[in-house]
């Protein structure tokens, strides 16, 4: 009796498992025996997402989960696999993973790409020994004791992940089986960042390994298709950074993104493709606090322009600045809404920057030099405007001032110097650089007016000339008519 009620719920449990694939949890007659056994991996299993889900071993080994004898539920004719290879593992993942229809008969709607990412990553590639991918499903995700990815005791839930990938990319001897080439220091230097201090305080909102990364489509990072290549990574960024809501708690801004994308620094990079302009990692650097090499932020911009630097350090503000703990080059142009420089920027009058700290209050030096210095570029740029006017004049009038011309070029490169020079904020430097433009546009103006009266001269001249010959003529004529009438 006992054994014909078994049989008849085995054949219902075994309806249903074909039907559906799925058996309630304490029907997995797999399960159930190794958990008896108090097999490790049965046990792991308990709290697998997979069994929560009702999924038994035998959606991954084969065989039949109904049936409580060993011998034919772990039979090869029942399709038991055994412990599937090392090389096709995944495979048993992807059965379900890579299949809208299965996950959906599961009332899942998660995505059903992981694999196609990750065969084309840069984790699929042979492993050393040829026995199999280098990483797959199970490297990064385990097995047995799979959970949800939103859950604490994941592997890969953001306060976890730094282990998993650290596994690998911290070790330099398992790193050179693949690139010797590629650093190690990635989890070692995120720990001194602000995003890997917050982590390992066990905050799941701060930044780590796969938030920028990515997970399966990982990439090399000089590759346009990585997350972090340097057009990319500032979205990747403001997937946090623009979202108030998950920032508030944080109380810092969030237009980080949108003062960047219309800086020229966001301009250059994004819509010009200049990769030579900063990312948001160029200046907050890759893992560490800051970019290697830069002892703070404030000295990132000094990285790229390299002159503007060293003219600011030598100047009256580097001290002063340093006094005051204003930040060096953004307390003039900002850091992510970085302008254009204009020469609107100097002087004594609105928009000028420097008036921000310097007032005409107590003959301020500082706000008498601005003054000056706007003073020197304006009558430049006068002199220059006004000297071009007279080389189209002698132009106009068939003079060849081309050499005059040209050197005007040199006047505008002063001018562009001298946008650089003002960092060192010192009156005599940045005159005696205007000078050179004054000497060249005097030259050119000279020429030009030498031209113009040249011009003049040639034309008295040849008036004169031709009163002369005109006047000859006449002469010539009545001449011979005098001698026609004589003969
Ligand atoms: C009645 C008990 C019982 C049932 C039912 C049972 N097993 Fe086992 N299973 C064992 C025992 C005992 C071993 C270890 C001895 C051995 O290797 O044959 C084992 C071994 C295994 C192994 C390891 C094999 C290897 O090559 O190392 C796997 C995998 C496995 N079982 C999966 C399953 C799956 C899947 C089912 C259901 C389809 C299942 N078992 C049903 C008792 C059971
Ligand atoms: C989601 C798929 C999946 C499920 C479900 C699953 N396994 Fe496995 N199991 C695997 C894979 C893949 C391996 C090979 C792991 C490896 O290569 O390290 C494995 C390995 C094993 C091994 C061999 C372990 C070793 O170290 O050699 C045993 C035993 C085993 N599983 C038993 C079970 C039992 C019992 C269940 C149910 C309680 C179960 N598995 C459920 C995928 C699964
Ligand atoms: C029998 C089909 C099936 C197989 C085989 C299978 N899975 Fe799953 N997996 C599921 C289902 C169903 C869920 C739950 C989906 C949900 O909650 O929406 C799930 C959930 C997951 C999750 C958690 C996703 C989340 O919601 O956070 C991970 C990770 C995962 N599986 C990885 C694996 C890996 C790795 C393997 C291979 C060792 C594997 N799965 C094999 C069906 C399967
Ligand atoms: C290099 C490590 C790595 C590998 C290899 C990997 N995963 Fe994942 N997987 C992750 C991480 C990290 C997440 C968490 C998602 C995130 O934070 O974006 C994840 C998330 C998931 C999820 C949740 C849904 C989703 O797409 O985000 C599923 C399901 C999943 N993985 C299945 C798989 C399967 C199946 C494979 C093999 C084809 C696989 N994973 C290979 C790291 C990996
Ligand atoms: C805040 C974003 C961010 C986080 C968090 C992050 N990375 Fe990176 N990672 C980058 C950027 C950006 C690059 C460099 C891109 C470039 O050079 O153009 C990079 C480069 C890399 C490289 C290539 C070698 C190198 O060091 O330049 C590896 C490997 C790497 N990261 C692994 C990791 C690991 C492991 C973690 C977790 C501990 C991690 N990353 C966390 C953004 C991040
Ligand atoms: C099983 C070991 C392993 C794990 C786990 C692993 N990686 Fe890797 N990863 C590698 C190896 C090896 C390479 C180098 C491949 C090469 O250059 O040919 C690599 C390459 C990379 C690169 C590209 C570096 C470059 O060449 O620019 C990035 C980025 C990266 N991994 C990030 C991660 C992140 C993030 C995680 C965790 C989610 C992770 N890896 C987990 C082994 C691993
Ligand atoms: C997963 C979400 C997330 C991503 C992606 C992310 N961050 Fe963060 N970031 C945070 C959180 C949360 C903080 C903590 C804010 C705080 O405590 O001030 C933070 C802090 C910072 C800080 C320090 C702010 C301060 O307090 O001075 C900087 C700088 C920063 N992130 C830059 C970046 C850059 C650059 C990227 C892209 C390469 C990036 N972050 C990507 C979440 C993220
Ligand atoms: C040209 C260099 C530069 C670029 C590019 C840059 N930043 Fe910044 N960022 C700075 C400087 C300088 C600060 C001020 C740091 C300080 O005073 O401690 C800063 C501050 C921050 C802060 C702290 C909060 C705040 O607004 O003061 C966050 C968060 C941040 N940046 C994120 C980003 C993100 C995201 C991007 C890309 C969209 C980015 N940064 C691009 C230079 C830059
Ligand atoms: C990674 C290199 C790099 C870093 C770091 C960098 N810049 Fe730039 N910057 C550039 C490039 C390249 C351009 C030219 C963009 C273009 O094509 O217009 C530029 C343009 C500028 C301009 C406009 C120049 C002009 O002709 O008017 C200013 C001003 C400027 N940067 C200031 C800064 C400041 C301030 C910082 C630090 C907060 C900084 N930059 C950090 C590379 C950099
Ligand atoms: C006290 C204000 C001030 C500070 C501090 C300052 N600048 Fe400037 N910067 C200016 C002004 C004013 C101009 C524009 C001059 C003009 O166009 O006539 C300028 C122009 C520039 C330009 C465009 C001209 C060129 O050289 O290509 C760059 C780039 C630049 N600054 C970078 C920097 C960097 C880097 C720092 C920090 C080392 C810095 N600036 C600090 C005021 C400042
Ligand atoms: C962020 C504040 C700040 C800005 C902006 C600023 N300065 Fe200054 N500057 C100072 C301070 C502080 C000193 C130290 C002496 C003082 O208090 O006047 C100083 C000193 C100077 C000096 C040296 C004066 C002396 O005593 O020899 C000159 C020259 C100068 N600034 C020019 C400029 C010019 C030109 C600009 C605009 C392009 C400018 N500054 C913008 C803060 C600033």
């Known amino acids: 009796m006992k054994n014909k009620i078994k049989y008849c719920l085995t054949s219902v449990l075994f309806l249903v498992l074909v039907t559906n694939f799925v058996n309630a949890q304490s029907d997995d007659q797999c399960f159930k025996c190794h958990i008896d056994l108090d097999d490790v991996k049965a046990n792991l299993y308990k709290a697998d997402i997979h069994h929560l889900k009702g999924i038994s071993c035998a959606a991954c080994h084969g065989g039949d989960a109904a049936s409580d004898d060993m011998d034919i539920a772990m039979s090869e004719e029942k399709g038991f696999i ?140 000089k590759d346009s298709r990585s997350l972090v290549y340097a057009t990319n990574i500032p979205s990747v960024c403001a997937n946090c950074h623009s979202d108030a809501k998950l920032m508030a708690k944080y109380k810092i801004p969030t237009d980080q993104y949108e003062n960047y994308v219309s800086s020229v620094h966001g301009v250059a990079l994004l819509e010009k493709g200049d990769l030579s302009s900063p990312s948001c990692n160029d200046c907050h650097g890759n893992h560490g606090a800051v970019p290697p090499g830069v002892e703070s932020i404030s000295k990132v911009c000094g990285t790229c322009h390299v002159l503007n630097m060293e003219l600011f350090e030598q100047s009256p503000h580097k001290k002063a600045f340093d006094e005051n703990d204003f930040p060096e080059c953004e307390s003039c142009h900002g850091n992510h809404l970085v302008k254009q420089a204009t020469d609107a920027m100097v002087g004594t009058r609105k928009p000028s920057v420097c008036i921000e700290c310097h007032s005409a209050e107590d003959d301020n030096k500082g706000f008498l030099i601005a003054g000056e210095m706007k003073e020197l570029i304006d009558s430049l740029k006068t002199k220059d405007s006004e000297t071009k006017i007279i080389l189209d004049e002698a132009v106009q009038k068939g003079m060849d001032v081309s050499d005059a011309d040209f050197s005007l070029k040199d006047v505008r490169q002063v001018l ?31 020429s030009g007016e030498e031209a113009i009266d040249e011009f003049y001269f040639r034309r008295i001249g040849l008036g004169i000339s031709t009163i002369l010959v005109t006047l000859l003529v006449i002469g010539l004529y009545i001449k011979l008519k005098k001698v026609e009438k004589k003969s």
């Open 416 to 446: 562009i110097q001298s946008r650089t020079t003002i960092h060192a904020f010192d009156l005599d430097k940045f005159k005696e650089q205007i000078d050179e433009g004054f000497i060249i546009v005097n030259k050119a103006k000279i």
């Open 82 to 221: 055994g412990v599937p290879s090392k090389e096709n593992r995944y495979q048993v993942c992807t059965n379900c993973h890579s299949d809208v229809d299965k996950m959906k008969r599961f009332g899942s709607n998660l995505p059903t790409d992981q694999f196609e990412k990750l065969k084309i990553s840069v984790h699929f590639q042979p492993s050393y020994d040829n026995k199999g991918p280098m990483a797959d499903c199970i490297t990064c995700h385990s097995v047995h004791d799979i959970k949800k990815v939103n859950d604490p005791a994941s592997r890969v839930y953001p306060t976890r992940i730094t282990e998993l990938c650290g596994s690998c990319h911290s070790s330099a001897e398992f790193m050179k089986l693949y690139n010797p080439a590629l650093p190690i220091d990635q989890v070692a230097k995120y720990r001194t960042s602000v995003h890997g201090n917050l982590n390992a305080k066990g905050d799941p909102n701060a930044a780590e390994c796969a938030s920028c990364h990515g997970s399966h489509e990982i990439q090399p990072v």
